[in-house]
Every structure is written in structure tokens, then in C-alpha cells.
């Protein structure tokens, strides 16, 4: 039988069929070994054929080859990446100046990982209730930035009923993921564009303004509207681990429109003769926000999140 995967606990796999069935899945143990470098050798949104068992539960036996997908290191296995999700149509990074704060770092490093895949990526701001004058300045300096190197940014509250109209024309009919903190609105934007779906919503930590998980794994729910949303656990820290340095300059929009126009073709952008991005920089071309978390991204030997702040 063939299916998608709807939802990961770990052991065990929510399978979708064509029929709109659900079928509890677990993987052969081939997929757990012969050098798998991932922590999670299947992901939600991965298409699968599975063999059914006479207790109504099937094995997985194929993983067919995936479109896309975003993954990240992981936070325990240095070498070892963990799968996000998989054959995604676009992404939606929720972020927060605080409660809790978002780093220019992170949210450059995510966008990195999907540049891999040329995912779409739209930024979304929310909360945008509860900031300053002097914070609600910066969100609209951040907005312009990111949408001048060609990312669509939305400004939200779910409180004010603001940004969700767009963010729920977006969404139709495509298979959308949802990525942040924990803590910053996933569930709560989630439910105010669908209210059938009902997710639990978190709150935030008093004594270290952070979010605490409610998402505990990724799962793929129908939006009445038409299209797929993939709601993942929140992430504390979006370290890369597959790209050479060669592939980061690329993955940098605005970076890669000037690598052509270098001295050296292979230039790196850091200490080359008559580097084209370097001067951008100095012009106020290239944000130099970005070209600070670009070469974060390359010197970091173990790819650790780099601590540009927003505020």
C-alpha cells in the first residue's frame, strides 16, 4: 500500500493513504542502519509504501526519493542531521523580538537550509501586539531588509487579527510547514487560520521568557480551505552541517547575485582582491547583518548558532 507520513513519534509513523486512511506504521530495521547519517530515517510529508499486518498496523518497506526537505544538526549528535520535513511547498518562519527573543543568526540559517531546496520562505513577525514603539521601528527596518533580498515578510497578531488573512491565501492548496521557537504563535496562528484543528497552545516562561514545547512532533493536518500544514516542535538552536563553503555563498540571495562578478571565481567573499560582495557591503548594498551571519555560517567549524541579535 502507498501513503504519506502524517505524523512521527519516533517508534511509530501516522500513514495517510490515497483512500484518506490512517495507518500506524513502523520502519524495517534496514532503515536504521548501513551508515544512515540522519536521526530520523523517515519524516513527516515523506511518501512511503508499507506491507499491512493483520493487527491493522503496517511496516514501512520504501521511502520513495523525496523533492525537498529541511533538515538541521542535531543537538546531541554533532555529525548527525535531523530531518524537519520532507516535499514542502513553502515555509513559514514565525519569529518574536521577545517573549521569546529571535536571533538575526537563527532566522539566517534557516533561511540558508531552505535556499538548499529553493523553498519558498515567507518571515512572519508576530505578536506584533505586544512591542514598543522603538521595537515595532526595528520589525518594520527588519521587514524591509528581508523583503529587499526577495522574501515575503508578513507582519501578525492573533490578538488583533492582523497579517492572517495573507498568511491563509498563501496557504491554500500547498503543503505549508510552520518552523520557530517555542513560544512564538505556531499554534496560535495555526488555529486562528483553521479553527477545526484545535492545537494546544503554549505559554511563556516567566523566569526565562522562553516558550515551552507544546509541539512535541511534527504532524500534517488538512486545512479546511484546501492544502497541508506541518506543524514541528519548536527549535532552540538551527546549527547547518551538510554545506561546504562553496555552497553557503549560494544560498545567500543577494551574496550570489555578485559571485559572478568577482576577480577569482571561487571567491569566498573574505579576504580576496577585488571581491565584488565585500564592496557591496561597504555600499550598503548587501545588509551587513547578513554578511556578519554569512561569515559566521563559514567560520564556525561545528556550525553553532551565531548570536547576532535583533534588538
Known sequence: MKGIITKSTGLWYDVRTNAGEIIPCRLRGKFRIDGNKN??????????????????????????????????KSTKLSKINHLIA??????????TLKEPRTSLGFIDRFLVACEGFRIPVCIVFNKMDIYSIKELNKIDELTQLYKSIGYDVVQSSVQKNEGLHFIKQMMKD???????????????????????LNLKVGEISQFHS????????????????????????????FGLIQYSKEEIRDY????????????FNNCCHLNEPDCMVKKAVEEGKIPSSRYLNYLAILEADDMKLADWQLL
Open 174 to 196: 500547498k503543503v505549508s510547514l510552520f518552523s520557530g521557537h517555542s513560544g512564538v504563535g505556531k499554534s496560535a496562528i495555526i488555529n486562528a487560520i483553521d479553527t477545526k
Open 252 to 263: 545567500f540571495p543577494e551574496i550570489r547575485a555578485y559571485n559572478n562578478q568577482c576577480r
Open 39 to 72: 536521526t530520523n530515517p523517515a519524516v513527516v510529508g515523506d511518501h512511503v509504501t508499507f506491507d499491512l499486518e493483520k493487527d491493522s498496523t503496517g511496516y514501512i518497506t520504501t521511502i520513495e526519493k523525496r523533492i525537498n526537505y529541511i533538515d538541521r
Open 86 to 95: 520532507a516535499n514542502i511547498d513553502q515555509a513559514f518562519l514565525i519569529v
Open 210 to 237: 522562553k516558550g515551552k514545547h507544546t509541539t512535541t512532533f511534527a504532524q500534517m493536518f488538512p486545512l479546511s480551505d484546501g492544502g497541508y500544514i506541518i506543524d514541528t516542535p519548536g527549535i532552540k538552536e
